[in-house]
């Protein structure tokens, strides 16, 4: 082994470390369809509002969050839930 350095000892991501990893790699992977959706809901929001969207549990998503179903089936899908939001919602 040599030159090589060994991740023995600390240099596991566990825990936090690990989870933050994920989310950056999932978020680089759709960074132009969370750009499309953030556009299209600066419609109705401002960014902290967006950021709490992206990240809630949302009905018309069968309780998934938004990033997470850009993440496993496109944008398509969320701008369907984005056009009910813009519509009045389901109250």
Request: proline share 2%; charged share 25%.
């Given at each position: 082994?040599?030159?090589?350095?060994?991740?023995?000892?600390?240099?596991?991501?566990?825990?936090?470390?690990?989870?933050?990893?994920?989310?950056?790699?999932?978020?680089?992977?759709?960074?132009?369809?969370?750009?499309?959706?953030?556009?299209?809901?600066?419609?109705?929001?401002?960014d902290?509002?967006?950021?709490?969207?992206?990240?809630?549990?949302?009905?018309?998503?069968?309780?998934?969050?938004?990033?997470?179903?850009?993440?496993?089936?496109?944008?398509?899908?969320?701008?369907g839930?984005?056009?009910?939001?813009?519509?009045?919602?389901?109250?």
């Open positions: 082994m040599t030159g090589e350095k060994s991740t023995t000892g600390g240099g596991a991501l566990f825990g936090d470390d690990a989870a933050r990893l994920g989310r950056d790699i999932v978020e680089k992977s759709i960074a132009h369809d969370i750009a499309a959706v953030r556009e299209r809901l600066r419609e109705l929001w401002t902290p509002a967006i950021e709490v969207w992206l990240t809630s549990t949302n009905s018309h998503l069968d309780g998934a969050r938004p990033i997470d179903v850009l993440a496993l089936n496109g944008v398509e899908t969320v701008m839930a984005i056009d009910v939001e813009i519509a009045g919602g389901s109250r």
